[in-house]
């Protein structure tokens, strides 16, 4: 595999060719076309063939790709063939539905770990797992070797977790909270902004006639 | 307001602005420099001051913009200075964290419809919203003047969700469900993939050195 540097937009595709070939999979399809995984996609065929060069042949001979293959390939490429520990910092709403969230584990994304500041919240059990007190943060990020942190607590706290969870040595943030992270470049931030996808629908229905 | 086709990006960073303004104004700061608006949301005051610009001059002279005054216009141009309805398709764990979360209310995203095919989940009430029977989707979509729905079902199931709310009439949808969703072009659909993005993270560890 390539190592060379591989755009964050084709990173999503790759995702997302990922889950389609599992979809194809499971119906019990053994090769797939780049039309069709195009199609299934939303995007032109001449970009899967290009994302898909980016890591070499495929054993495309007209025939298509081997939806299995295909899948390890993406697989190794995400870093989806192994187990990745992940901390849920936050335990209100958002914090506990993705503690519950069963698709992270299918994926290899393992809750080791849940914080939380709330004494009403510290000791409860979400899926088997306790909620620790978020003043041993450090200690218990170190303790559970925690790769991945999931920030889900208000806005307002939101950068001091950032700034702990980086010394405690993560590089991987999911950002919950609706706010921009400042972390050193060797910190990598993925937001997920419910309010920014819903302002951006109401911009659009506000400024298209219905 | 310039009715100008007005990119996404710039969509999305107006979205920043405004937290940030709402910020501000709670710490009781009345002007705000393009500096600062940048710095706080980590991009360049040549694109704050590009991206106000769009929508006119809002009164800068040397002395920064009115944190207030900027607010109202962004919220204008966003669409939040009046209430949206808003359904929530699906009451499992997704579902019923953003039926409880609170911050889509503040912003005017008014929950008044949660669906569900799930005879156990059918009645209980979320925050005081009954969930209804998913076989009498449309007819309460309609009833409910729904205008943005959020799908929160399994990947298998969205599809058909979408197909429903769009001949309900509705031109705005927030999927949770980790699939593309194919709509009509005068339908928007803005995607929370938080598998996508946990797996752009693990990407990124993988093929970085530690």
């Not at 009403?120 to 218990?140: F, T």
Request: aromatic share 6%; proline share 2%; glycine share 8%.
């Amino acid at each position: 595999m390539s190592k060379r540097k591989i755009s964050e937009s084709t990173i999503r595709r790759l995702s997302k060719y990922y889950r389609s070939l599992e979809r194809l999979i499971q119906e019990g399809q053994s090769t797939v076309s780049s039309e069709e995984l195009a199609a299934m996609d939303g995007i032109t065929s001449a970009q899967v063939r290009k994302d898909l060069s980016f890591f070499g042949t495929f054993g495309k001979r007209g025939l298509g790709y081997d939806t299995r293959a295909l899948k390890e390939q993406i697989a190794e490429i995400l870093g989806l063939n192994r187990k990745w520990n992940v901390a849920i910092i936050g335990a209100g709403n958002i914090g506990r539905a993705l503690a519950k969230y069963g698709e992270f584990e299918k994926q290899g994304f393992q809750i080791k770990l849940i914080l939380d500041s709330d004494p009403e919240k510290i000791g409860q059990e979400i899926r088997g797992i306790r909620v620790e007190d978020y003043r041993k943060a450090r200690e218990l990020l170190q303790k559970e070797n925690i790769e991945i942190a999931i920030i889900a607590v208000p806005a307002q706290a939101a950068q001091s977790v950032a700034d702990l969870v980086v010394e405690a040595g993560i590089r991987a943030i999911l950002n919950f909270a609706p706010c921009s992270l400042h972390v050193p470049p060797h910190v990598q931030v993925r937001n997920e902004n419910m309010a920014i996808e819903m302002e951006s629908l109401s911009y659009f229905l506000t400024n298209s006639e219905s």
